[in-house]
């Protein structure tokens, strides 16, 4: 099992910056692809980016040169900057762990991002 705890969520203004975290527990080791989804109000959960063991990154194109993900394997922690915040960014960022061998996608509880014009 993993558990993810997500933290760093707030509010900003348009243009502003934030850093999410999230830190992961349990008793599986291989924390295969750690990345974050976004679900706005009305709205599917979406993903944002995603970042493997060794660093490879995959980022939504609307997402492209504003935010960063990143990893610390030692910490099994995942973070993503955040720059350039726009309005339609404003939303639950969910944390996600993907388990290559099991094939399991494990979930945080979300953190709420509102950024506001």
């Known amino acids: 099992q993993v558990q993810l705890v997500e933290s760093g969520g707030g509010s900003v203004q348009a243009g502003g910056s934030l850093r999410l975290s999230c830190s992961a527990s349990g008793t599986i080791a291989d924390l295969n692809r750690m990345g974050w989804y976004h679900q706005a109000p009305g709205n599917q959960r979406e993903l944002v980016a995603t970042?493997?063991?060794?660093?490879?990154?995959i980022y939504a194109d609307s997402v492209k040169g504003r935010f960063t993900i990143s990893r610390d394997n030692s910490k099994r922690t995942v973070y993503l900057q955040m720059n350039n915040l726009k309005t339609e960014d404003t939303g639950v960022y969910y944390c996600?762990?993907?388990?290559?061998?099991?094939?399991?996608?494990?979930w945080g509880q979300g953190t709420q991002v509102t950024v506001s014009s």
């Open positions: 970042i493997s063991t060794g660093g490879d990154t």
């Open positions: 996600n762990v993907f388990v290559y061998k099991t094939q399991r996608s494990y």
